[in-house]
């Protein structure tokens, strides 16, 4: 196999707007000399997500793209996607939450990786986390592991997916994005919320539960005279 040599200067990253993928794209941004932003318009219930990608990106003076993914919408109908499901607030029994939507972060790098490619971009960053995966099994090392084996077979290319929050939890990303100068950004411009409202959200879904939860234990661990 003849893969092409690593373009270490460059960098797409998979942007949503939220605080993990902002974090991610602040990561970026001390690492690479140029960064692209890649969103994903896959119907999704707040089309508030793509507003607030599009504004942080042009704060951050980054270039941004936004990819049609409107068959995703049609094939996996979850609590995002549509407004007649009812986000879970509780983590269920058995089984991932509703919120999951199958196949998302796989098509999502995927097609991400077939856009770096035809820009020479071979160094991919998402904002997964197995620490507080959530129940997404698309959220683990080993999901991103095979997929980075299985998109250098397919396009005879050396990627590499960065995933810079992969082991620490919500409140070390938080000091993350401390640590890179854009603690204030994320809090007050970011969406993470599933119910579509920025900064700290509506506080009772459980994107903010744990949004919040993070936060408070950042401050405790790490800002202990602010608490």
């Not at 690492?31 to 089309?47: I, K, L, N």
């Not at 942080?56 to 995703?72: F, G, N």
């Not at 401390?178 to 009772?204: A, P, S």
């Amino acid at each position: 196999m003849n893969m092409n040599t690593r373009n270490r200067e460059t960098a797409l990253v998979v942007f949503s707007g939220g605080q993990d993928s902002t974090t991610c794209l602040l990561w970026a941004l001390k690492r690479y000399r140029e960064v692209v932003a890649v969103s994903f318009d896959y119907g999704q219930r707040h089309r508030e997500e793509l507003a607030c990608a599009k504004e942080i990106a042009q704060q951050l003076d980054v270039e941004w793209h936004v990819l049609d993914m409107s068959l995703l919408n049609q094939l996996a109908p979850n609590s995002l996607t549509r407004e007649g499901i009812s986000v879970d607030q509780e983590a269920p029994e058995e089984g991932p939450p509703n919120s999951v939507v199958d196949g998302r972060n796989m098509l999502f790098l995927t097609f991400a990786a077939v856009f770096a490619k035809q820009r020479s971009i071979t160094d991919l960053v998402t904002g997964v986390s197995q620490s507080d995966f959530s129940g997404y099994p698309d959220c683990r090392d080993v999901f991103i592991k095979s997929l980075n084996a299985t998109l250098n077979l397919a396009m005879d290319t050396t990627f590499c997916i960065e995933t810079p929050l992969m082991w620490i939890d919500k409140a070390d990303t938080w000091r993350l994005a401390q640590e890179l100068g854009g603690l204030e950004l994320v809090k007050e411009k970011t969406l993470t919320c599933y119910n579509g409202v920025r900064g700290d959200g509506c506080g009772h879904c459980p994107s903010c539960t744990l949004r919040r939860k993070g936060y408070e234990e950042f401050l405790a661990r790490y800002r202990k005279d602010e608490v």
